[in-house]
């Protein structure tokens, strides 16, 4: 079947990236299509990233939270796990969430089209579906492909979903393995790890650099990783893995130290391989139309997201950037500003970034590493929770804030939060720092007592006077 439909802008993917672009691009008045090969809209977040995880990581939070806390709180109840039942509610929260996509394209008057799209040439997307395909004329392409499960570099990673499996997989592990090896300890390996470990595996963790959480913050990232230590993960530290094979129905992983030795092999019933995402651009035709790409497969673009090619722009995972959801909805909404002739911006110098474990890790701007290399001249506020009353009262007292500031302007440069609810807290300081905010602002402002942000209060005093609980 040929049919051919003209817009101003067809977006390709339906990830944060491409679903925003469309929704905000359709608000300022331009006739949007978007095209998804999946079937459902949404992307890697919704379907298998941020939403399923986090709909598994508060389940198993509760569970352990009845299990260990609920006594000390006055509360007796003798937890059970019913994995099919908590798998329920994560597909649920997947369901409506991409069923709500599919709402809003509809709200905004979006051509929602299932397929997958080609280039064919600048102005013209190819969509194959089920019922043959379709020819889209377009003023604009978004390129909104996003990103893939990446293997261990060098080393022949099977995933059979069962035993060695990738985050895909590990959001609907049918039962819980008794033990399993995590490759990779960043932000998916560990918040996965965490899930199930919370829900009763024997969990080790096996990462190539000398510290969890890659990027984070030095002094957050080894706190973080004793509370791990204390949560029943175990970890092997400058670590490179060298294989992965199954071994019947379990799996081992081969690993020597970074620095040189022997290699050593653990065995487990699974290994998630949880390493990292690649760009995904496979079928778009980008080599046809002649789109650029870097050396690590990205979608090159410029300052306003724009490929080496007239007409055809990129967003999201699959150009260069943290591969976060929101880096890719602010990148959409500020593409779709552009196309409809605004000044769409992002200010990657303020992009969040949060682990959702227990606790949680949040952090915005840099980190102490990053400005001691840069050679600038900081300060640094600290205020532990053990000195919060909420904390207390919650029995989530674990953490501290850490806010560091410029030593000569007191500008806030960088906030570093290890805690329950870090992930929400980061936001005001994410604020601050959008309005160039000092820690004397964050610190004079009046914050609601008793609450857990007193303590982003208190960790910005800490720069310029004292705190008053410490
Ligand atoms: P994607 O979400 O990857 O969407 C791309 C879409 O394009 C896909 O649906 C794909 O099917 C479609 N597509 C690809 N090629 C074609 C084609 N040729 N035709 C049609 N459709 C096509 N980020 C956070 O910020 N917070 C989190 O808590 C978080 N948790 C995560 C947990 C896990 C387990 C994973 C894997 C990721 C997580 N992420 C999280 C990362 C986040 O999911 C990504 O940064 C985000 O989804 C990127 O959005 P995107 O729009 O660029 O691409």
């Known amino acids: 079947s040929d049919s051919t439909a003209s817009f101003d802008l067809v977006v390709i993917g339906s990830g944060p990236g491409g ?16 095209v998804e090969k999946r079937a459902t809209y949404g992307g890697t977040c919704l379907n298998v990233g941020c939403i399923p995880s986090k709909a598994l990581l508060h389940a198993s939070e509760m569970y352990a939270e009845a299990r260990h ?55 013209e997307v190819e ?12 003023k604009a392409i978004c390129i909104a492909t996003g990103s893939v499960v990446a293997g261990i570099p060098g080393v022949d990673v099977v995933f059979d979903g069962e035993t060695v499996v990738s985050s895909d997989h590990a959001i609907a592990l049918p039962k819980v393995p008794e033990t399993m090896i995590v490759v990779g300890g960043g932000v998916i390996g560990l918040e996965l790890g965490s899930v199930w470990s919370r829900l009763g595996a024997k969990v080790t963790v096996v990462e190539y650099l000398d510290k969890v959480l ?3 913050d030095g002094e957050v990232s080894t706190a973080f990783q004793k509370l791990m230590v204390k949560e029943g993960l175990d970890f092997r530290l400058s670590a490179k893995v060298t294989a992965v094979e199954k071994t019947g129905a379990r799996a081992k992983v081969t690993f020597e130290p970074v620095a040189g030795g022997a290699a050593e092999v653990l065995e487990a019933d699974v290994v998630l391989v949880a390493t990292g995402r690649r760009p995904f651009t496979d079928g778009l035709g980008l080599d046809e139309v002649g789109v650029a790409r870097d050396k690590t497969g990205r979608v090159e673009i410029d300052a306003h997201y724009k490929t080496n090619v007239d007409g055809i722009y990129a967003i999201g995972d699959v ?14 909404i500020a593409l779709a500003e552009i196309l409809a002739g605004q000044a769409g911006h992002v200010n990657y110098g303020v992009i969040p970034s949060v682990v959702y474990t227990s606790p949680e890790v949040a952090s915005v701007g840099r980190t102490e590493e990053e400005l ?15 000195a919060n009353g909420r904390a207390r009262a919650m029995l989530h007292t674990d953490g501290f804030v850490k806010v560091l500031a410029d030593a000569a302007t007191d500008r806030v440069l960088g906030v570093h939060i290890l805690g329950f609810g870090a992930g929400d ?26 609450t857990l942000s007193e303590a982003v209060r208190e960790a910005a005093l800490a720069t310029f006077a004292k705190p008053i609980h410490s």
Do not use: W
Request: proline share 4%; aromatic share 6%.
């Open 19 to 34: 679903y925003v672009c469309a929704i905000k691009a359709a608000q300022l008045g331009l006739k949007v299509a978007v």
């Open 69 to 123: 806390s609920f006594a000390t709180l006055g509360i007796k109840v003798s937890p059970e796990l019913d994995l099919a039942t908590m798998l329920g509610h994560k597909d649920r929260t997947v369901k409506q969430n991409v069923d709500g996509i599919a709402f809003l394209f509809k709200k905004n008057k979006i051509d929602g089209i299932i397929g997958a799209g080609r280039i064919a040439a600048p102005g």
């Open 127 to 138: 969509v194959t579906g089920e019922t043959g395909s379709r020819s889209l004329k377009t």
């Open 214 to 216: 890659g990027p984070m």
């Open 319 to 332: 150009v260069k950037g943290p591969m976060l959801a929101h880096k890719a909805e602010d990148e959409g």
């Open 372 to 386: 001691k290399k840069e050679g600038v001249a900081y300060k640094v506020g600290k205020f532990s929770f053990t």
């Open 425 to 450: 807290m980061i936001a005001e300081t994410a604020v601050l720092m959008e309005f160039g905010g000092s820690s004397e602002d964050l610190g004079r402002t009046c914050h609601a007592h008793p």
